[in-house]
């Protein structure tokens, strides 16, 4: 069930819930301590992760509620 406060998923056109936290970084844009953040379905996980891994942005790949539980922040910045 999605309410208001469930993360959507940032695949182009899902409305699933989110239930994985991709976190990456540009090094051209960012420092390489900052992450921002995608979240995505199961069903799109390996999609999105396979889009910033070639591109070599992609720093890991955790369930929502554990990036969550560790208070990293927002999940979809």
């Known amino acids: 069930m999605v309410s208001e406060e469930t993360p959507i ?12 936290v991709l976190a990456w970084n540009n090094p051209k844009l ?11 379905c199961e069903e799109h996980r ?3 992760s396979q889009f910033l891994s070639l ?11 554990e990036w969550e539980a560790s208070g990293q922040g927002n999940a979809a910045e």
């Open 30 to 40: 960012h420092t390489p301590e900052r992450r921002k953040t995608w979240v995505a």
């Open 55 to 65: 591109r070599g942005f992609l720093k890991d790949c955790v369930p929502l509620e």
């Open 9 to 20: 998923c940032s695949a182009k056109g899902c409305r699933a819930p989110a239930v994985w």
């Open 46 to 48: 390996e999609h999105l």
